[in-house]
């Protein structure tokens, strides 16, 4: 991280943000949490050697906008947050599914092909207790909850099949950053939908933001390919 003061400035930030998660400091994630994205974009753009992504632009807007509106007020705005959420997640499906086109398929060794069905049959039995959770517990927002799951499921599918097709630093940031988006969505669910435990609370923001870095890397590395 030599001469990268934006991408110190993001870890210091995150490092922060979970501090007051853990702590419950309100006051700390007003101060740290506004740093997180734009400390992150600012890092894309000094290592950005071509013209901006208008994706990753995007994206990392829609996920700045909605920790704000969760910071200022989660509940009353909770559909908002969540309509931005799936709209970003929506821009990065189109990213992966525009290396899915390109990569297709070739000859799959049986240990990959292994790895893919596994990881295809987690997302599935991932993606029904989700929704059985949410059926259970909060149905106000049913079919919102029912397109976001089959969205990350297919984010899931997709990034690991990219992965399984063409091992590499790119397809690896490209599986953390989809696997960090279900993992932290689907702790959000538990949470507050059913379990008010502490530790998912962590764990939904950590994956959160440290996302926030691979998705970042994911975007960098792509204009490489």
């Known amino acids: 991280m030599n001469n990268k003061p934006a991408l110190i400035l993001y870890f210091i930030a995150c490092a922060i943000f979970m501090l007051a998660v853990v702590m419950g400091s309100a006051e700390l994630m007003l101060i740290s949490k506004p740093i997180i994205a734009p400390s992150v974009f600012f890092y894309y753009m000094q290592e950005k050697k071509q013209r901006l992504n208008w994706i990753y632009v995007s994206i990392i807007s829609l ?118 988006f279900i993992i932290s969505d689907v702790f959000y669910v538990l949470k507050k939908d059913s379990l008010e435990i502490e530790v998912f609370d962590y764990f939904n923001n950590f994956t959160q933001v440290l996302s926030y870095y691979f998705l970042t890397r994911y975007f960098l590395l792509k204009k490489n390919r």
Do not use: C
């Open 63 to 180: 996920f700045f906008i909605s920790d704000m509106i969760v910071l200022i007020d989660q509940e009353n705005f909770f559909l908002i947050v969540l309509s931005l959420f799936l709209l970003g997640y929506l821009l990065f499906f189109k990213g992966i599914l525009d290396d899915f086109i390109r990569i297709r398929f070739h000859f799959v060794k049986k240990t990959h092909l292994l790895v893919l069905l596994i990881s295809v049959f987690l997302l599935v039995f991932l993606l029904l207790s989700m929704l059985d959770i949410v059926v259970e517990f909060n149905s106000d927002y049913l079919w919102l909850f029912v397109i976001y799951g089959l969205l990350l499921a297919l984010i899931g599918f997709v990034s690991a099949w990219n992965y399984n097709m063409f091992p590499s630093r790119y397809t690896t940031f490209m599986l953390l950053t989809g696997l960090s």
